[in-house]
């Protein structure tokens, strides 16, 4: 998948870093070190040398009870400093709640618009649509000036994701492509510290929508709150383990204040893997107690031996288990007389190489009673390497990705339901074969 702002475009299944650059008297977090234009673009360049793919200029504050200032006011302490980068060829970002600043700062050249309010005023909203930029959908409920007064959910994860994903089809249904979007919980913003940390230790539900996701993590009160950091100046260190762990759940882009200790952190981000699990045939009964199974006896059984598959992956060293796809029924394929399968996928961070990994996931399949009699044919479990990050690789036991993902309903669906939009190491779209096409049709449990 990827995220396009103008000329620039982020392929979302490598992170990259989004440098802050508060161009403000007042900020929360850095007291208007880069107030004026010559330290501003100082800073700009400092980050980019550490590894910054964007610069996010910001000329309001939106600190908890911030006070609104003018536009003219906020145009008059960005636009230079975006003139300036964009000059320079940088990708500007323009942190602005204004549809004012925001045309501005399109028309000078700046490729994405940040906007704190979700693109909820139709100003905002006719900016989208008259400048081809980039386009960050943040939730705040309430206003910079009121949000941390008294922040109310009943399911902070749902109610955010819901909200962002009605706001990002708005703007598709205005004419927005869908590849410009990117999606930001935003934690902090209308939210306690405990509401926070629930929205990034679930940023793989937001990853399910199918847009780019932006983590903010950086020197957030919530961070100070989970790290015990009082001073937000201090918190670059823990911000960037926060960073960390984002992108291990699938966020894209990473906004932050330190791009040198966030690239650092970086460097321990596991690959992703996506796993294919299949089971039909249920281990330890012979074929006429199997056949005396109700369709529900032999579904739940099926089931049962796909969760104790996870389960097993959940010991495995060095790995996580990021998301799992609900379970879905389907036809068999390639070989026809056996009986329905129950498949699902799992996507995992894990530092076990692929070869390494395949040896694993046979000792798994073995303990629960995989016999390979017939090739394609009935089994226990079934566990396949389906996509390893950006690698493509072939041998006579191993090959990546996996050659037959987007000819099998089987596997699309489920991989779907986690990564919509997602594009295999070797660049093909997984849903690039017509449902109508595919082989072992599927239907979710």
Same mark, same amino acid.
């Given at each position: 998948?990827?995220?396009?702002?103008?000329?620039?475009?982020?392929?979302?299944?490598?992170?990259?870093?989004?440098?802050?650059?508060?161009?403000?008297?007042?900020?929360?977090?850095?007291?208007?070190?880069?107030?004026?234009?010559?330290?501003?673009?100082?800073?700009?360049?400092? /980050? *980019? +040398?550490?590894?910054?793919?964007?610069? %996010?200029?910001?000329?309001?504050?939106?600190? &908890? #009870?911030?006070?609104?200032?003018?536009?003219?006011?906020?145009?008059?302490?960005?636009?230079?400093?975006?003139?300036?980068?964009?000059?320079?060829?940088?990708?500007?970002?323009?942190?602005?709640?204004?549809?004012?600043?925001?045309?501005?700062?399109?028309?000078?050249?700046?490729?994405?618009?940040?906007?704190?309010?979700?693109?909820?005023?139709?100003?905002?909203?006719?900016?989208?649509?008259?400048?081809?930029?980039?386009?960050?959908?943040?939730?705040?409920?309430?206003?910079?000036?009121?949000?941390?007064?008294?922040?109310?959910?009943?399911?902070?994860?749902?109610?955010?994701?819901?909200?962002?994903?009605?706001?990002?089809? /708005? *703007? +598709?249904?205005?004419?927005?492509?869908? %590849?410009?979007?990117?999606?930001?919980?935003? &934690? #902090?913003?209308?939210?306690?510290?405990?509401?926070?940390?629930?929205?990034?230790?679930?940023?793989?539900?937001?990853?399910?929508?199918?847009?780019?996701?932006?983590?903010?993590?950086?020197?957030?009160?919530?961070?100070?709150?989970?790290?015990h950091v009082d001073e937000p100046a201090q918190r670059d260190t823990a911000s960037a383990a926060e960073a960390l762990l984002a992108a291990e759940q699938g966020a894209s882009v990473l906004r932050m204040h330190s791009v040198a200790r966030t690239m650092a952190?970086?460097?321990?981000?596991?690959?992703?893997?996506?796993?294919?699990?299949?089971?039909?045939?249920?281990?330890?009964?012979?074929?006429?107690?199997?056949?005396?199974?109700?369709?529900?006896?032999?579904?739940?059984?099926?089931?049962?031996?796909?969760?104790?598959?996870? #389960?097993?992956?959940?010991?495995?060293?060095?790995?996580?288990?990021?998301?799992?796809?609900?379970?879905?029924?389907?036809?068999?394929?390639?070989?026809?007389?056996?009986?329905?399968?129950?498949?699902?996928?799992?996507?995992?961070?894990?530092?076990?190489?692929?070869?390494?990994?395949?040896?694993?996931?046979?000792?798994?399949?073995?303990?629960?009673?995989?016999?390979?009699?017939?090739?394609?044919?009935?089994?226990?479990?079934?566990?396949?390497?389906?996509?390893?990050?950006?690698?493509?690789?072939?041998?006579?036991?191993?090959?990546?990705?996996?050659?037959?993902?987007?000819?099998?309903?089987?596997?699309?669906?489920?991989?779907?339901?986690?990564?919509?939009?997602?594009?295999?190491?070797?660049?093909?779209?997984?849903?690039?074969?017509?449902?109508?096409?595919?082989?072992?049709?599927?239907?979710?449990?």
């Amino acid at each position: 998948m990827e995220w396009r702002c103008r000329k620039f475009s982020f392929d979302s299944r490598m992170p990259i870093v989004m440098g802050i650059l508060n161009v403000t008297p007042d900020s929360f977090s850095d007291a208007g070190q880069n107030w004026f234009f010559e330290d501003a673009v100082a800073h700009a360049h400092v /980050m *980019l +040398e550490e590894g910054a793919s964007i610069i %996010d200029v910001g000329g309001e504050s939106t600190r &908890p #009870g911030a006070e609104e200032i003018s536009d003219e006011e906020e145009l008059q302490r960005v636009l230079p400093v975006v003139v300036q980068l964009v000059g320079e060829g940088v990708c500007v970002s323009v942190d602005t709640r204004h549809a004012l600043v925001a045309r501005a700062c399109a028309e000078a050249g700046a490729s994405i618009i940040n906007d704190v309010t979700g693109f909820r005023h139709p100003d905002m909203q006719k900016v989208a649509l008259d400048y081809d930029v980039g386009l960050v959908v943040m939730h705040m409920q309430g206003t910079p000036a009121t949000m941390q007064h008294n922040p109310t959910y009943t399911d902070v994860v749902s109610e955010v994701k819901d909200f962002l994903r009605q706001q990002a089809l /708005m *703007l +598709e249904g205005l004419g927005v492509v869908r %590849d410009r979007i990117c999606v930001d919980p935003g &934690p #902090g913003f209308g939210k306690t510290p405990q509401q926070s940390l629930e929205l990034m230790r679930n940023l793989h539900e937001f990853v399910r929508l199918g847009y780019p996701v932006m983590a903010a993590p950086s020197r957030k009160s919530y961070v100070g709150y989970a790290y015990h950091v009082d001073e937000p100046a201090q918190r670059d260190t823990a911000s960037a383990a926060e960073a960390l762990l984002a992108a291990e759940q699938g966020a894209s882009v990473l906004r932050m204040h330190s791009v040198a200790r966030t690239m650092a952190a970086l460097k321990d981000l596991r690959p992703y893997v996506l796993l294919g699990l299949g089971c039909n045939k249920v281990a330890g009964l012979d074929a006429a107690a199997a056949a005396a199974l109700s369709p529900e006896q032999a579904r739940a059984a099926k089931i049962s031996l796909l969760n104790q598959a996870v #389960g097993q992956l959940v010991l495995l060293p060095d790995t996580e288990v990021i998301d799992i796809a609900g379970f879905y029924e389907s036809q068999p394929a390639y070989y026809l007389d056996q009986d329905v399968f129950v498949n699902t996928v799992v996507l995992l961070r894990s530092g076990i190489s692929p070869k390494e990994l395949l040896e694993y996931l046979h000792a798994i399949e073995n303990a629960l009673g995989r016999v390979r009699e017939v090739e394609n044919g009935p089994r226990t479990c079934d566990l396949d390497i389906l996509d390893y990050q950006l690698y493509v690789y072939q041998s006579d036991v191993l090959t990546l990705p996996h050659p037959r993902i987007c000819e099998r309903d089987f596997v699309v669906k489920p991989l779907a339901e986690l990564l919509p939009g997602h594009v295999l190491a070797n660049g093909i779209p997984v849903e690039s074969v017509p449902e109508v096409e595919r082989v072992g049709r599927a239907h979710r449990l």
